[in-house]
């Protein structure tokens, strides 16, 4: 079976528009499956702001998509930096607006999501049928997330189909609209089922991917397997579990072109494994951008992601106060909840020699952060993949990780036995408690007070190699297994 043309369904792709790990995803695997000889394009919305990222781009045909009285548009462009093909859906009712692609500038949910993630997927599904005029057709159609969820389960209704596969970046976010939206969306009426996508009464998009694509995989081994027990599995588990023999983990990789110390064009200075004393410059470049003072011995610890309970900065404010006692720095970068925006701000106005926060979103403030501090502390509730922690290593910033999913399976703890076998790579620790977290730092900043071991550490760390060749190999083999499961069920 032939396995050439891949179309990867994405509602972010970084450099185009970015919220999250998504993004960088999307922005890198498809480079990695093209130089591995495969025709990858990508879709995605036309957003505004993906429009005017985008540079070039060409409308290549124009037509009506089920249920929708506007027509849609396919403009061709190509990723940044890349010679990928990117075709951003054209509906302006649905895309060309400002804000965020799924909220607006105040972070509440565009009301008409539901609408405008089908519109979306009615285009793939065309694209899929090659009936929009495009002279091209997918062997596989590779969705992501709850908002191509729709697409998986579009694609059975036909029986000559390209093969399937979903990746779940995030279980925790489902796509759950009411009966009353399901309604508007002139979809097939049995997919309002509990063996389709009805979900205790209301309709979700992830269930169409989970339910209906030929293979499923998650960010990391760990998190496929976690995501089956009823701690994570957001009320899914059991028909994740169901669906195990064609549920897989990928790790993600890590796009060096982008995170490499040596070639960091927002860094002070650039370093390597065998330069890590250049770091010492960066960290100076770090405190004065935070107004800290510039205590070169002072450990740095700084902090990157969506304020959200996810990802445990609540935890870190809990030990702040004992934390402090300690002479250390802390640095945070971040935006999302409101109560969590301004408890972080209420906690520099407290410390302000130790404590500095920029409350936003800031690509290059995100790199120097990489590149200036010692440790990085990422205390998550659960973590699919995680992608600081995986540039953390290469940057020399020592992570500090809670033992779940894929930060477990990224980041090794610097235990005597691992310090030994030069295998340690940071500081992973197992309880999401504040007690936990604050015994974690405690251990990094007892190693870091041992320069000969923490410079050990460093090495190893950043001998790390997560780049995406590895992890692209391993997405072929699923697709490769996505057509013959389609085989076999034909
Ligand atoms: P998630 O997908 O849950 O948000 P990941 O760790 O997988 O978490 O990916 C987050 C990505 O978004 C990383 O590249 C991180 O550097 C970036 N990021 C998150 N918040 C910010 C921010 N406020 N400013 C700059 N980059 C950010």
Redesign the pocket.
């Known amino acids: 079976m032939s396995l050439r043309n891949i179309l990867y369904v994405t509602s972010e792709a970084?450099p185009l528009v970015?919220?999250?790990?998504?993004?960088?995803v999307a922005g890198s695997l498809p480079p990695a499956i093209r130089s591995l000889r495969r025709d990858i394009r990508l879709i995605l919305p036309a957003y505004r702001s993906a429009i005017a990222n985008a540079g070039r781009l060409q409308e290549k045909s124009r037509f009506s998509v089920h249920g929708f009285d506007t027509t849609v548009g396919i403009l061709e462009g190509r990723l940044p930096g890349s010679r990928v093909v990117v075709w951003l859906v054209d509906s302006p009712p649905h895309f060309d607006r400002p804000g965020g692609p799924y909220a607006d500038e105040q972070g509440r949910d565009w009301p008409d999501n539901a609408q405008r993630f089908t519109v979306f997927a009615r285009t793939v599904e065309k694209i899929a049928w090659d009936e929009a005029g495009l002279d091209w057709r997918p062997d596989v159609v590779h969705c992501n997330d709850w908002q191509s969820g729709l697409v998986p389960a579009l694609l059975t209704q036909r029986r000559q189909r390209p093969a399937t596969v979903f990746t779940i970046?995030?279980l925790a976010y489902q796509g759950l609209f009411s009966w009353e939206t399901f309604q508007t969306l002139h979809l097939p009426q049995t997919l309002w089922s509990m063996h389709a996508m009805e979900f205790y009464g209301q309709f979700s998009f992830i269930k169409g991917g989970i339910v209906f694509a030929d293979m499923i995989n998650t960010?990391s081994p760990n998190y496929a397997r976690e995501i089956t027990t009823p701690a994570f599995g957001c009320g899914l588990e059991e028909l994740l579990k169901s669906r195990s023999d064609r549920l897989t983990g990928i790790l993600?990789g890590a796009d060096y072109s982008q995170w490499n110390p040596a070639r960091d064009p927002y860094l002070k200075k650039t370093y390597n494994a065998y330069s890590i004393e250049r770091k010492a410059e960066n960290k100076a470049d770090l405190q004065a951008r935070f107004r800290l003072p510039c205590e070169p011995q002072t450990p740095l610890i700084g902090l990157?992601?969506?304020l959200v309970e996810?990802?445990g900065f609540d935890l870190l404010l809990a030990i702040l106060p004992q934390l402090l006692q300690r002479d250390v720095q802390v640095v945070i970068?971040?935006?999302g909840d409101k109560s969590l925006e301004d408890r972080l701000k209420h906690a520099t106005l407290t410390y302000p020699r130790q404590v500095a926060a920029?409350i936003?979103?800031?690509?290059a403030?995100?790199h120097r952060i990489e590149g200036g501090a010692d440790m990085f502390l990422?205390p998550s509730r659960y973590?699919?993949?995680?992608?600081?922690?995986i540039?953390s290593l290469r940057y020399g910033t020592l992570p500090i990780v809670r033992r779940t999913g894929g930060l477990a399976n990224t980041v090794i703890d610097a235990n005597e036995k691992n310090i030994a076998s030069r295998t340690a790579t940071g500081i992973v620790f197992d309880d999401a408690t504040p007690q936990a977290l604050l015994d974690a730092v405690d251990r990094a900043l007892a190693l870091y007070r041992q320069p000969r071991l923490w410079k050990k550490v460093i090495f190893n760390a950043m001998q790390q190699d997560f780049s995406w060749r590895r992890s692209a190999r391993q997405y072929l083999a699923l697709y490769q297994r996505a057509q013959s499961v389609i085989k076999e069920t034909a």
């Not at 970015?18 to 960088?24: Q, V």
């Not at 936003?360 to 690509?363: A, L, M, N």
């Open positions: 970084h970015k919220t999250g790990g998504l993004a960088d970046h995030n960010v993600n990157i992601g969506r996810q990802k970068l971040g935006s920029h936003g979103y800031d690509e403030l995100a990422m973590e699919p993949c995680g992608l600081n922690q540039y």
